[in-house]
């Protein structure tokens, strides 16, 4: 629905810059507004799960390989603690970006040199509730991070995995 909202506010933008008796359907209009990356381009698995958008225009992108990142100039894969897919994207209001994938959850941040990184919070659950296979949805609320499996939902509150 998202997608369909902003074609149409990029064709409308389009349309209103056109001259009067040029206003019919212009493809090529929208067209220059939106760019197709292939997995060439972005050197990963075809398959994307999820996008979130941070403050400074950053765009993350859930794969097949782990999280994409983008800067509107390159792409850079961050791969996942276990090197596996990661299926859900949630940002927090600090602009914290969460991510759920299979056996994984946690969160991107940056290291000491600045590039951006995945850190696990796997193992920060009680030992019962480590045993998880796909992260289907993660959420960001004040009350803390929610990440949804088939079997279970996880929150962090900032300190602790809750089950």
Known sequence: MRSLVLLATCYLAAASTLPAQNRAFHPEAIRSFLTNFT???YDA???NWAV????RGVVY????????EYDGLSWRLIPLSNRTLARSLARDATDRIWVGGKYELGYLTADSLGRTVFVSLRD????PHRDFADVWNTHATDEGIYFKTRGAIFRWDGSTRQA
Request: aromatic content about 0%; cysteine-free; overall charge negative.
């Open 52 to 55: 979130v958008e941070d403050d």
């Open 45 to 47: 698995e075809a398959q």
């Open 39 to 41: 997995p060439t381009d």
């Open 124 to 127: 920060k659950g009680p030992e």
């Open 61 to 68: 992108v859930g794969n097949g390989s782990g999280v994409l």
